[in-house]
């Protein structure tokens, strides 16, 4: 990975496995955009303490920790993109329609866990639309899928992916943005 190449699902997927986390990639990536979303605030090297996350493996090297520190970086930045370019780290559309399903589920559960953990004060306030997109991520977040016509399956999936990309993006503008002047504070 070069500084200028944005982290994906497969590097996310290759530390997750390597720090032994409990918890699949689109989990800990969707409780990442939660909690930032949900107006949560990371501090340098504590993405995984913040977010109640055990590394089973020995402590985090301090290579791992400036990866998760990126991450947290690269999410932010792209929840707050003006040109929408947010994407949930998900497997690529090459593997299999089943595994890319069970990890939007896992990415909503991730998601909804994260912003609870960012503290209710912020959910009361929130908007009806924002409430709704929490209750149909719930909706998402409990599902199991059967899967029949493929292309239809494939269509379906698409529009539910597109539907949590924009939710998420539109709770980080409701309440998940802080001035700038924080986004660039030293600690």
């Known amino acids: 990975m070069t500084t ?12 997750v496995a390597r720090l032994q ?3 699949e990639s689109s989990e800990l990536h969707g409780s990442l955009c939660g909690f930032l979303s949900g107006s949560g605030r990371i501090a340098k090297g504590a993405l995984l303490e913040t977010l109640h996350v055990d590394a089973e493996a020995a402590t985090p090297s301090a290579q791992d920790l400036a990866f998760l520190d990126t991450l ?3 999410t932010e930045a792209e929840l ?5 370019g947010f994407e949930p780290l998900m497997p690529a ?3 299999p329609l089943p595994e890319r399903a069970d990890a939007l589920v896992e990415w909503c559960r991730g998601f909804l866990g994260g912003f609870g953990l960012a503290g209710a004060e912020a959910h009361g306030k929130l908007t009806d639309e924002a409430q709704e997109i929490l209750r149909d991520l719930g909706t998402i977040a409990s599902s199991s899928f059967d899967f029949g016509d493929e292309g ?3 269509d379906a999936l ?4 597109e539907f949590v990309r924009m939710g998420a993006m539109l709770l980080f503008a409701e309440c998940g943005r802080r ?3 924080n986004s660039d504070t030293v600690h």
Do not use: T
Request: net charge negative; hydrophobic share 30%.
């Open 4 to 15: 200028n190449e944005p982290i994906g699902y497969d590097e996310l997927d290759d530390a």
């Open 21 to 23: 986390l409990g918890v």
């Open 72 to 74: 947290v970086q690269q």
């Open 80 to 84: 707050a993109d003006p040109e929408l």
């Open 93 to 95: 559309d090459d593997r």
């Open 152 to 154: 239809e399956d494939e």
């Open 158 to 161: 698409i529009e539910v992916h």
């Open 179 to 181: 001035p700038a002047s």
